[in-house]
């Protein structure tokens, strides 16, 4: 395999990462055009680390029951790497989805240790290809079997259930599209954090 999953084995050792996260990536849009386009008040958009950015989610957690995720987003070589911490997902949210990747191509892997866990990847306001990680065979989008090479190439087969680290494997799959490896550094760079309500 081109690219190894192994490198994203850090995930496992963030709590939020492995139990309920989403991670998009959005190109060619700046973090404060991201931040807009989900709904952002721009009079809301703050700096923050990433310690700031889990105690803003977990205050609107408790506010507002879960209908308001916080995003932090961070600008890498041309892309937009939005998070989202034990609440929402970009990806399984229409609006959202065709908001952020109208002209613009997104990527987004959700993980729920308590339900299924999808990979998301849109193109100009459409779903082009989207599958349980758990189930990459069974496939949806208006070109679902657009990424079947490197779905091969990262170990995303379609042999059934049973698939090993399919979490990691969906982020090595998107370095493949986007260039960019998810890292642990990346969550001690500052970011810009605004709320988003779900729609």
Same mark, same amino acid.
């Given at each position: 395999?081109?690219?190894?999953?192994?490198?994203? *084995?850090?995930?496992?050792? %963030?709590?939020?990462?492995?139990?309920?996260? +989403? $991670?998009?990536?959005?190109?060619?849009?700046?973090?404060?055009?991201?931040?807009?386009?989900?709904?952002?008040?721009?009079?809301? &958009?703050?700096?923050?680390?990433?310690?700031?950015?889990?105690?803003?989610?977990?205050?609107?957690?408790?506010?507002?029951?879960?209908?308001? *995720?916080?995003?932090?987003?961070?600008?890498?070589?041309?892309?937009?790497?939005? &998070?989202?911490?034990?609440?929402?997902?970009?990806?399984?949210?229409? @609006?959202?989805?065709?908001?952020?990747?109208?002209?613009?191509?997104?990527? *987004?892997?959700?993980?729920?240790? %308590?339900?299924?866990?999808?990979?998301?990847? =849109?193109?100009?306001?459409?779903? $082009?290809? +989207?599958?349980?990680?758990?189930? @990459?065979?069974?496939?949806?989008?208006?070109? @679902?079997?657009?990424? &079947?090479?490197?779905?091969?190439?990262?170990?995303?087969?379609?042999?059934?259930?049973?698939?090993?680290? @399919?979490?990691?494997?969906?982020? =090595?799959?998107?370095?493949? &599209?986007?260039?960019?490896?998810?890292?642990?550094?990346?969550?001690?760079?500052?970011?810009?954090?605004?709320? $988003?309500?779900?729609?």
């Amino acid at each position: 395999m081109t690219d190894s999953h192994e490198e994203f *084995s850090w995930l496992a050792k %963030h709590g939020p990462f492995y139990d309920v996260s +989403c $991670v998009t990536f959005a190109r060619s849009l700046s973090p404060h055009e991201a931040l807009m386009r989900l709904g952002s008040d721009s009079s809301g &958009i703050e700096e923050v680390t990433f310690e700031k950015h889990q105690e803003r989610t977990m205050e609107y957690i408790d506010s507002d029951n879960m209908r308001t *995720s916080y995003v932090g987003a961070l600008g890498v070589n041309g892309w937009t790497v939005l &998070i989202q911490l034990w609440t929402g997902s970009i990806g399984l949210n229409g @609006p959202l989805l065709r908001g952020l990747s109208q002209s613009t191509e997104v990527v *987004s892997v959700y993980r729920n240790i %308590h339900a299924s866990d999808y990979f998301v990847y =849109a193109v100009d306001g459409e779903q $082009v290809t +989207c599958f349980d990680q758990l189930v @990459p065979g069974t496939r949806w989008g208006s070109d @679902p079997d657009r990424l &079947i090479g490197k779905m091969h190439e990262v170990g995303l087969s379609w042999k059934g259930p049973g698939i090993d680290a @399919p979490f990691p494997r969906s982020f =090595a799959l998107a370095k493949k &599209i986007t260039g960019l490896s998810f890292s642990e550094d990346m969550l001690n760079t500052r970011l810009l954090g605004a709320a $988003v309500r779900d729609r």
